[in-house]
């Protein structure tokens, strides 16, 4: 696709990718930082990325109109590892606040996991805009 439908979506996808970034290297730590506790911090962190998630989720309905199924693989890669992160580990993540562990797993090791596969998603939009793959 050419023209201005081509310039719009490559312009969402790139915005996607650096808004994935921006949260994981400035935005999460900031809330962290001026929150007033690690809870309410939490919580809004949870709220930011579950919007993430879901901006990802129609950044691939755009990456589908755009470049079809095999071409932009790694947009539904990051929506993948998003959703797991939303819809199973956070699930995780209040069951090991009551209980203490899960699957023999602190709450700050569900947290290593997660952030890996939040980084894993971050790099496979950067890898979308580094091969410029939806074109």
Sequence with gaps: MTGIAGKLSRIVLVLWAGSLWALAIWMAPLVFRLAPDRHAAGVIASG???AETYAT????VVALWRCGRQRCRAVYVAAV?????????K????YVRVSGSFAGL???AWHGISAAL?????LAAL???WQDDFR
Aim: proline share 0%; net charge negative; aromatic share 20%.
């Design 48 to 50: 930011l990325f579950q």
């Design 57 to 60: 989720f129609a950044v691939a």
């Design 81 to 89: 590892l998003l959703a797991i992160n939303e819809f199973i580990i």
């Design 91 to 94: 699930k995780i993540f209040d």
């Design 106 to 108: 602190s709450f700050g």
């Design 118 to 122: 939040y980084v894993t998603a971050c």
């Design 127 to 129: 890898l979308v805009v």
